[in-house]
């Protein structure tokens, strides 16, 4: 089980008095549940949500040197973001794409440093109705440019059949159900929690909570393998290895790059291939999918004449 925190515990990590965490609790959303009358902090999530919530971070002293044909990108993982980086990497015998599968949260950290030329996210916002802007915000001072790469179903993968009558996120917290999980520093992660608390499921009780595994196809794989029940995923894991599946909501995957190196020559050769008939035949072979908005820049809206200037 994950280590729980007391009020006076958590009070002390935060460096507060006891009295303000239950201002946090009621106004900021600290995570915390009431048992027998007394507030309990999964220490996990406490650390998550001070991530979450951290701003003013540190600019970078370095950068990245000028583009020179390698291009790197870091954050959440995706099945079609890999047959993607191999069609750049087909298409463009004197350029190299790589990636760093950090999750969201480690994308956006290593973009921040200069790290990376392109960072991935799906961090869904507390309003739940949109995506990575009130991250962004809180570690850039300029904000990012943002361009969607795909939209995609996120939900629940489940051993074929079914025999565990798994229906709801709820249904989770069975009696013998065991589950593979993904890290905090993931959009599927923050997800996932989000909807065992709407759910009223305690995560830390459901077995195989802590397992965490880096990517969706090893979420996949587990439960092929019988070694789980359930785990967060995408649809397209469900569809390659033949798994069940149910959804929880249609996500929005982002490409995020600073302004300074949007119009670097890689980061343009790989946002031209979204309006490719390659990428978009690529997208049709998986389920779950959906690549109507794919390459359209979510923002700044301004930057659309000034890209197509440089294109020209």
Not at 169 to 184: M, Q, Y
Request: aromatic content about 8%; proline content about 4%.
């Amino acid at each position: 089980m994950a280590q729980m925190l007391s009020t006076k515990e958590v009070a002390k990590f935060l460096g507060i008095n006891e009295k303000m965490v239950y201002t946090l609790i009621s106004e900021k959303g600290l995570p915390a549940s009431k048992v027998t009358g007394k507030w309990i902090f999964p220490k996990h999530l406490v650390e998550q949500w001070v991530e979450s919530n951290t701003v003013n971070y540190p600019q970078a002293h370095k950068t990245l040197p000028p583009y020179d044909g390698l291009l790197v990108i870091s954050g959440s993982n995706d099945i079609l973001l890999e047959k993607t980086l191999a069609i750049f990497n087909s298409r463009y015998p004197g350029h190299l794409a790589v990636f760093g599968n950090l999750g969201s949260v480690g994308g956006i950290n290593a973009l921040r440093k200069s790290l990376c030329h392109m960072a991935t996210s799906h961090l869904l916002q507390e309003n739940g109705s949109d995506y990575n802007f009130d991250f962004l915000q809180g570690q850039f001072e300029r904000m990012p440019v943002v361009v969607n790469f795909c939209k995609r179903d996120q939900g629940i993968l489940l051993q074929a059949g079914n025999p565990g009558k798994i229906k709801s996120v709820k249904d989770l917290g069975k009696r013998g159900v065991r589950i593979v999980n993904r890290s905090l520093a993931t959009g599927t992660r923050l997800l996932f929690d989000r909807e065992l608390k709407r759910a009223g499921v305690a995560g830390e009780r459901i077995t195989g909570y802590d397992n965490e595994v880096n990517r969706h196809m090893d979420v996949g794989l587990e439960i092929l393998s019988g070694r789980a029940d359930a785990g967060p995923g995408i649809r397209p894991v469900a569809s390659l290895l033949g798994l069940d599946f149910f959804p929880l909501r249609q996500e929005r995957y982002d490409m995020v790059v600073t302004r300074e190196r949007f119009f670097d020559q890689g980061v343009q050769y790989f946002l031209s291939l979204l309006h490719e008939k390659a990428f978009i035949q690529a997208a049709e072979e998986l389920q779950g999918y959906d690549v109507s908005i794919s390459g359209k820049m979510i923002f700044p809206h301004e930057l659309e004449t000034e890209e197509a200037g440089q294109q020209d």
